[in-house]
């Protein structure tokens, strides 16, 4: 039987390239756009090499018309889309707002044109806790009231969930949509043939982590060590980057079931906070590694404390996450070393 056609746009990408991995193995055929924006050819040789298979391929930007256009027609009978294309830095986001709202939200517009076009209804969509700003109280349901986001990277997330939305609330829409709220993806996959590959300094702890204890960097900055937190240090979800990929599948099969409703909005997280002084621990516990680190100012935008209440994810969804914090840290510093540090 021929493999259903799942477009993933920033399949090159981080969460993407593990996604990929997991549809195809799930028995789907995933199909990738990327512009290489923010990855590099070497992940799709990382996920040829896990499938013993080459993965269609597209090298278009996700904002061009014509060329997405171009991609349906070519592929045909394509069944749903998971749109991972975005630029996600919260940092970077404060000085190139314009960048990222055009990216970011004109890429959704343009894509859902072309999906109702040609007659495409199913769209799982990245979003992330970011759009839960600083919340009142944790863990964080999706009932949570979102508040104005803390940079324009958390807007653009806003925006698109809103347009989702009204688009798909129209009286003769079509689409049906399942937003999923990350919380923080950390990790690799376990061959270590694909994982984060941040350009320049990370932004993120996890590599900032593995860099500094491959030797790349002096040592890890933690920022702030008096939040309103048990240790002071800031509180995140972490989530296998694998656990959130398979989440996808879940997603994708639970649209093209039609047992969704027009728009569902699920957490995709642990359940679990960790302070970063724990996430420190953790990782030399895994790794035997010792980490240099210094405790600098607080930065910007960081809100003190989240994670998430996984309740609907796991009643409704049927999704729950399996890997450990140390699992996880394991495998990016697999990861890691397999990069020649
Ligand atoms: N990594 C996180 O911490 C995190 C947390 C919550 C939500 N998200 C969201 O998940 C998605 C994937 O994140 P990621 O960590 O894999 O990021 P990533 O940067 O590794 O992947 C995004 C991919 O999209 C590509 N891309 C960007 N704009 C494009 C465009 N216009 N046309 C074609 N390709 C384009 C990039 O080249 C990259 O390969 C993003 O939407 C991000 O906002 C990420």
């Given at each position: 039987m021929d493999r259903i056609k799942i477009l993933v746009t920033g399949g090159a990408g981080y969460i993407g390239s593990h996604a990929v991995v997991e549809l195809y193995e799930a028995g789907f055929q995933p199909v990738i756009i990327d512009n290489f924006v923010n990855s590099q050819e070497s992940a799709l040789r990382g996920v040829e090499e896990i499938l013993g298979v080459k993965v269609p391929f597209h090298r278009i930007d996700c904002n061009d018309l014509e060329a997405m256009r171009a991609v349906f027609a070519e592929e045909g009978s394509l069944r749903g889309v998971i749109h991972f294309a975005a630029y996600k830095a919260v940092g970077e986001s404060v000085q190139k707002p314009l960048e990222?709202?055009?990216?970011?939200?004109?890429?959704?517009?343009?894509?859902?044109?072309?999906?109702?076009?040609?007659?495409?209804?199913?769209?799982?969509?990245?979003?992330?806790?970011?759009?839960?700003?600083?919340?009142?109280?944790?863990?964080?349901?999706?009932?949570?009231?979102?508040?104005?986001?803390?940079?324009?990277?958390?807007?653009?997330?806003?925006?698109?969930?809103?347009?989702?939305?009204?688009?798909?609330?129209?009286?003769?829409?079509?689409?049906?949509?399942?937003?999923?709220?990350?919380?923080?993806?950390?990790?690799?996959?376990?061959?270590?043939?694909?994982?984060?590959?941040?350009?320049?300094?990370?932004?993120?702890?996890?590599?900032?982590?593995?860099?500094?204890?491959?030797?790349?960097?002096?040592?890890?900055?933690?920022?702030?060590?008096?939040?309103?937190?048990?240790?002071?240090?800031?509180i995140r979800d972490y989530v296998h980057v694998v656990?959130?990929?398979?989440?996808?599948?879940?997603?994708?099969?639970?649209?093209?079931?039609?047992?969704?409703?027009?728009?569902?909005?699920?957490?995709?997280?642990?359940?679990r906070g960790n302070s970063v002084l724990e996430v420190v621990q953790a990782f030399e516990r895994a790794t035997g590694q010792k980490l240099n680190y210094v405790i600098g100012p607080p930065r910007a935008g960081d809100v003190p404390a989240i994670y998430a209440d996984v309740t609907k994810s796991t009643q409704e969804l049927h999704f729950q996450t399996t890997s450990t914090l140390e699992e996880a840290l394991s495998s990016a510093w697999k990861w890691q070393l397999s990069l020649g540090a």
């Amino acid at each position: 039987m021929d493999r259903i056609k799942i477009l993933v746009t920033g399949g090159a990408g981080y969460i993407g390239s593990h996604a990929v991995v997991e549809l195809y193995e799930a028995g789907f055929q995933p199909v990738i756009i990327d512009n290489f924006v923010n990855s590099q050819e070497s992940a799709l040789r990382g996920v040829e090499e896990i499938l013993g298979v080459k993965v269609p391929f597209h090298r278009i930007d996700c904002n061009d018309l014509e060329a997405m256009r171009a991609v349906f027609a070519e592929e045909g009978s394509l069944r749903g889309v998971i749109h991972f294309a975005a630029y996600k830095a919260v940092g970077e986001s404060v000085q190139k707002p314009l960048e990222y709202y055009q990216n970011n939200v004109g890429s959704l517009l343009t894509l859902l044109q072309v999906m109702r076009e040609f007659g495409v209804e199913a769209l799982v969509f990245s979003s992330s806790c970011t759009v839960y700003g600083v919340p009142d109280a944790l863990p964080v349901t999706e009932q949570t009231p979102t508040k104005k986001a803390n940079s324009p990277y958390g807007a653009t997330k806003q925006m698109c969930e809103d347009i989702l939305r009204d688009v798909a609330a129209a009286p003769d829409a079509s689409l049906r949509t399942i937003l999923l709220r990350y919380f923080n993806p950390i990790g690799a996959h376990p061959s270590a043939k694909i994982g984060e590959l941040p350009l320049g300094v990370p932004q993120n702890l996890i590599p900032y982590v593995t860099q500094t204890a491959a030797g790349i960097r002096e040592k890890l900055t933690i920022y702030g060590n008096t939040y309103d937190t048990p240790d002071g240090t800031n509180i995140r979800d972490y989530v296998h980057v694998v656990d959130l990929a398979k989440a996808h599948v879940v997603a994708v099969q639970r649209l093209l079931d039609a047992q969704a409703e027009r728009v569902e909005t699920f957490n995709v997280g642990t359940g679990r906070g960790n302070s970063v002084l724990e996430v420190v621990q953790a990782f030399e516990r895994a790794t035997g590694q010792k980490l240099n680190y210094v405790i600098g100012p607080p930065r910007a935008g960081d809100v003190p404390a989240i994670y998430a209440d996984v309740t609907k994810s796991t009643q409704e969804l049927h999704f729950q996450t399996t890997s450990t914090l140390e699992e996880a840290l394991s495998s990016a510093w697999k990861w890691q070393l397999s990069l020649g540090a």
